[in-house]
């Protein structure tokens, strides 16, 4: 099983980027996919989730509005799309899978990427 996290880098204020989540050795299609951020020196938090089994989208109160959360089961790859980007939003990217419905807790999910880096500065 991996998941391969991609996409990261630097940004201005304002801008966007799309971050991509490769996923091999499981089905893609029965999992829920989750993608975390860490900031420096901080814990993991939850940023979005999309679920398969009601098809819900979950965001947190820092990205919803902002990013886009979505799956191409075909290419077993999810995507967060990010846009007006926020120097606080700087942080390394993670994704993750469960094989149930979308939880915010982290130590629910079974497998994580390693996660991209993503750097929001003038």
């Known amino acids: 099983v991996q998941l391969q996290a991609s996409g990261g880098g630097l940004v201005q204020p304002g801008g966007s980027l799309r971050l991509s989540c490769l996923t091999s050795g499981f089905s893609l299609g029965d999992h829920a996919i989750a993608w975390f951020s860490q900031a420096p020196g901080k814990g993991r938090d939850g940023i979005a989730c999309?679920?398969?089994?009601?098809?819900?989208?979950y965001y947190s109160d820092s990205a919803r509005g902002r990013f886009t959360i979505s799956r191409d089961n075909a290419k077993h790859t999810a995507y967060l799309q990010m846009s007006s980007l926020k120097p606080e939003d700087t942080a390394v990217y993670y994704c993750a899978a469960v094989a149930s419905l979308c939880d915010p807790n982290e130590d629910e999910y079974d497998y994580w990427g390693q996660g991209t880096l993503v750097t929001v500065s003038s």
């Open positions: 999309i679920s398969t089994a009601d098809g819900r989208l």
